[in-house]
């Protein structure tokens, strides 16, 4: 079986401040832009059977920085809605919930755009994206890659080892990483994570 290659997209303005970046279509920073060609060596002399990026921008100047062409919008691949809480920071929000946690209380309805998503129904995405690659994996060929945003990418974690998407808060992810999802044994297994190459 071939692996899954997870990659974080590079620095924005927002991740660097701790805000809850979900639909926003914010940028890259220069340091964004710096990680992600930082990640275009690993990438240099592999050949990929499928890349699927996020529709948002950073995943895909991600990806693109990185060398990997071709990539293929995926809207299933967007960050998590985050609802009332979109561009607030956990800081900001514990001043009134102080024992908030995205992963267990979920977030409060927003606007029209951004309704708000739980645990379950990003799991249910991260579901269907791992669907998706599968064929992919069992293949094994060059394997897949998906550029996308870090809560997202924890939910794919958690449901590909089978998990609930609530541990995905298990694992942290940085800006411009690659982790990797494998097998042993005919087993799911992290054979790399929060990588810098």
């Keep these: 079986m071939s692996d899954l290659l997870l990659v974080r997209h590079g620095e924005t303005e927002w991740s660097a401040n701790g805000r809850h970046t979900g639909l926003t279509d914010v940028p890259l920073t220069p340091n964004g832009v710096e990680e992600a060609i930082s990640l275009a060596p690993y990438f240099r002399d592999r050949r990929p059977d499928l890349v699927l990026t996020s529709p948002l921008r950073r995943a895909v100047v991600t990806a693109e920085l990185a060398g990997l062409s071709g990539g293929v919008p995926d809207p299933d691949l967007c960050e998590w809605d985050y609802g009332g809480y979109e561009g607030v920071t956990t800081a900001e929000i514990q001043r009134t919930r102080p024992s908030w946690s995205l992963w267990t209380d979920g977030v409060p309805p927003g606007d029209a755009e951004h309704p708000g998503e739980s645990a379950d129904q990003v799991g249910a995405r991260a579901d269907r994206a791992l669907a ?3 064929p992919v994996l069992r293949a094994d060929g060059g394997g897949a890659v998906v550029v996308a945003h870090g809560h997202f990418l924890r939910v794919l974690t958690a449901r590909y080892l089978g998990l609930p998407p ?20 005919g087993l799911p297994v992290i054979a790399g994570w929060n990588t810098h190459p």
């Design 132 to 134: 998706r690659v599968a």
């Design 166 to 185: 609530a541990d995905g808060r298990l694992f942290l992810l940085r800006t411009g990483t690659v982790s990797v999802l494998s097998t042993e044994h």
